[in-house]
């Protein structure tokens, strides 16, 4: 197991877990999760090690906010992040004025833009 800081990124298509894996992993180990039952499984596992979540917003039997609400019960001191390749929605607005996520990112995402925000959490 590496000794270095993580990300959680989720998402249900495997293209786009590989796509971020290869952007963003490097100073930092990027986990992945293709549902949100798997990265709340992964949350659990490495939370000392992860400092921040990326969740996909439209995945099978839980969206983006749903898991993140859920993760939030256990994890809740680590910025968790929304993107997504469908529009800004009204949840997405209600679960930034909570402060229940940090920022929505679309895709395709501008990775100098997430790595602004993660060079702010690890």
Do not use: C, W
């Amino acid at each position: 197991m590496s000794e270095k800081p993580a990300i959680l990124y989720i998402d249900d298509e495997e293209a786009n877990l590989l796509l971020f894996r290869i952007s963003f992993e490097g100073e930092r180990e990027v986990l992945l999760a293709n549902s949100p039952e798997e990265g709340l499984k992964k949350l659990a596992e490495h939370r000392k090690r992860i400092r921040a979540v990326i969740s996909d917003m439209h995945m099978p039997k839980m969206n983006g906010v749903q898991f993140i609400e859920k993760a939030q019960e256990t994890v809740n001191d680590i910025p968790y992040y929304i993107l997504s390749g469908y529009a800004y929605n009204d949840e997405i607005d209600e679960a930034l004025k909570e402060n229940k996520i940090e920022k929505f990112f679309t895709k395709p995402f501008d990775q100098a833009e997430i790595e602004r925000h993660l060079n702010g959490a690890a």
